[in-house]
Nanobody
Framework: VQLQASGGGLVQAGGSLRLSCLAS??????YAWFRQAPGKEREFVAT????????YYADSVKGRFTISRDNSKNTVYLQMNSLKPEDTAVYYC???????????????????WGQGTLVTVSS
């Protein structure tokens, strides 16, 4: 399986962006978005877990970001609203067939990664 992330760009604070992650080949049961800002570790943003589609978010984005999946298009989305300068980072999508609920926030639990898309939020 391969993941291709897109949709990043430059936006002013308070604006919105929608990221897409297209999966090709065998699809995963769970997908997540992570982000990495310069000089910082990769951090969990959101996940849509298993076929039931349960969603979980980092506290820093809860209420502003929404993760969703369209199985007919093999695509996972991250709708980002009310963006803040501290949301600036490279955003990565990741997939896993086996991640358990207690590990969804751990990047090591995901075996497939997209190439990343840069989101820059100006103040």
């Amino acid at each position: 399986v391969q993941l291709q992330a897109s949709g990043g760009g430059l936006v002013q604070a308070g604006g919105s962006l929608r990221l897409s992650c297209l999966a090709s080949g065998r699809t995963s049961s769970s997908y997540a978005w992570f982000r990495q800002a310069p000089g910082k570790e990769r951090e969990f943003v959101a996940t849509v877990w298993r076929s039931a589609g349960n969603t979980y978010y980092a506290d820093s984005v809860k209420g502003r970001f929404t993760i969703s999946r369209d199985n007919s298009k093999n695509t996972v989305y991250l709708q980002m609203n009310s963006l803040k300068p501290e949301d600036t980072a490279v955003y990565y999508c990741a997939g896993s067939q086996t991640v358990i609920l207690s590990a969804v926030r751990n990047p090591r639990a995901y075996g497939v990664w997209g190439q990343g898309t840069l989101v820059t939020v100006s103040s």
